[in-house]
């Protein structure tokens, strides 16, 4: 019932034409999503909801304020209106609003909120949460292409990256890794939006993919021994396939994640906001570097305790999700001939 009210709210604010409608729609999802954060009763479930309201209420609160600002120009609440989006100081209020989503510099609330929340409602959280903002600061962007909008957004998008870069590197429990890993790849996903519909909807299909991926796996795991990093450093092939899918997070070449954030590059080559995407590449450096050291440490150190004797195949799921993301090697292949051709 809940994940209806969630999907309901979502689709009210895509398809409606109204900033009202928008307003409440991500109201009514608000409303189906947090009693599933709490559905377990604990005290830190309990502190993860209620941080989850504040910051969703002071969002709605953006969203509204920067609505009425608009609307005291144009008179009309129509989000297609030229005249409506020609105040560009109400509409970057709106975009803070939208941007409650954990993008810089509103992004200081998700770690704490997903580290205390079940793996089910981090998925949520870290997926479908961000359809509907996402979709509608796209919808924004082809409506208002004026530079202080791009400034912004450029300025947005960097900075969540290279928070998510620099947050990852003291982080000792994995959720906290994922939510930094997260508002990292929200500023690629922003960035994108900005050159191409296209590019971001597909960055957004293979982080769903991914994230889809990794926490049903730590879910698997046991969420209750998975909680802190250290557990990682076994020889299981599970938790081998939960490092290889950080890596992809990270965007190491040639795994999946990697064709995300290629496309994103490839879309820019003519843009004159193209001297932000090193800044961009600079922050998940600083995520993947993370990553390889935390894989090299637990690799070797499993091959320290155990030798070579590693079981790669006892799950079969855990093998499609390793070939789905090398397979990412091939799909750059596969566009580059294209490409050529």
Not at 71 to 100: E, H, P, R
Not at 136 to 147: G, H, P
Not at 239 to 260: E, H, N, R, T, V
Request: net charge positive.
């Amino acid at each position: 019932m809940f994940l209806s009210v969630m999907g309901l709210g979502t689709l009210l604010s895509v398809s409606s034409i109204h900033w009202l409608g928008i307003w409440a729609g991500l109201e009514i999802n608000l409303i189906g999503f947090l009693p599933m954060l709490v559905y377990q009763k604990s005290i830190s479930e309990s502190e993860s909801a209620v941080k989850y309201f504040i910051v969703q209420a002071l969002g709605s609160s953006f969203l509204i304020l920067g609505s009425l600002m608009t609307f005291n120009m144009s008179f009309t609440w129509d989000v297609v209106s030229k005249m409506w989006l020609s105040g560009d100081l109400g509409l970057i209020v709106i975009m803070m609003g939208l941007y409650k989503i954990s993008s810089f510099p509103f992004h200081y609330w998700l770690p704490g909120v997903m580290a205390g929340l079940p793996w089910s409602s981090c998925l949520l959280l870290a997926t479908w949460q961000k359809l509907a903002p996402l979709f509608l600061v796209l919808c924004l962007l082809e409506l208002n292409q004026s530079y202080l909008m791009g400034l912004v957004l450029c300025l947005v998008s960097v900075g969540s990256s290279l928070i998510g870069g620099l947050g990852g590197m003291n982080q000792t429990q994995i959720r906290a890794l994922l939510a930094y890993s997260s508002i990292g790849h929200l500023g690629w996903m922003a960035f994108a939006a900005m050159h191409s519909e296209w590019v971001m909807k597909a960055y957004l299909g293979i982080y769903i993919l991914i994230s889809l991926s990794m926490f049903l796996s730590l879910w698997y795991s046991d969420s209750g021994l998975m909680k802190h990093i250290n557990n990682l450093k076994s020889n299981s092939s599970l938790q081998l396939s939960i490092m290889l899918l950080l890596l992809s997070l990270g965007g190491l070449p040639p795994l999946l994640g990697f064709i995300s954030k290629w496309l994103v590059v490839m879309s820019i080559s003519i843009s004159p906001w193209l001297s932000f995407v090193f800044l961009l590449i600079l922050g998940s450096l600083m995520s993947l570097f993370y990553y390889l050291s935390l894989f090299f440490s637990m690799f070797l150190s499993g091959l320290k305790k155990n030798g070579m004797k590693m079981n790669y195949i006892s799950n079969k799921g855990i093998i499609i999700i390793n070939i789905l993301n090398v397979f990412g090697g091939s799909l750059i292949l596969i566009s580059g001939l294209l490409n050529f051709l």
